[in-house]
């Protein structure tokens, strides 16, 4: 096990390289221990489906013809993409990937890859929902 005390003294870029190498590690080694990377990928498809289902009733279009299970990229039919991002962070402590550009205002992104479980998405589309009724959506 790597812990950071064994990068004192080491410049910053150095020891930021081994750490992260030690967190891929650690994270190959419970995805082997968890089934695999079949498993981990049908987690990773059952996640999006979940939040896929979760916002059927809300005012977002999927804009992808081929959806990758790693993110889902909504459109807001009724105000700006990055507002919704802003309110989320700001609001309710929610993180989810704005775009920047000419796309800013159009698009924000849900990722489903990572340490996210059901009761993420959950938690995210009851902010979404909440947004709803006071109109920021």
Request: proline share 4%.
């Amino acid at each position: 096990e790597v812990t950071l005390g064994q990068y004192k003294g080491l410049e910053a870029p150095k020891a930021e390289v081994k750490v992260m190498a030690a967190d891929v590690n650690a994270r190959l080694k419970e995805i082997d221990a968890n089934g695999g990377v079949a498993a981990e990928t049908r987690r990773i498809s059952a996640l999006a489906a979940d939040f896929r289902a979760k916002i059927r009733d809300l005012p977002f279009e999927i804009v992808s013809e081929s959806m990758s299970n790693a993110v889902t990229p909504l459109h807001p039919r009724n105000v700006s993409a990055y507002s919704v991002f802003t309110h989320l962070k700001d609001e309710y402590g929610i993180w989810v990937c704005p775009n920047g550009g000419a796309l800013a205002d159009r698009i924000f992104r849900v990722g489903h890859i990572g340490a996210l479980t059901a009761n993420d998405n959950t938690t995210l589309v009851a902010a979404m929902q909440d947004m709803l009724r006071r109109g920021l959506l």
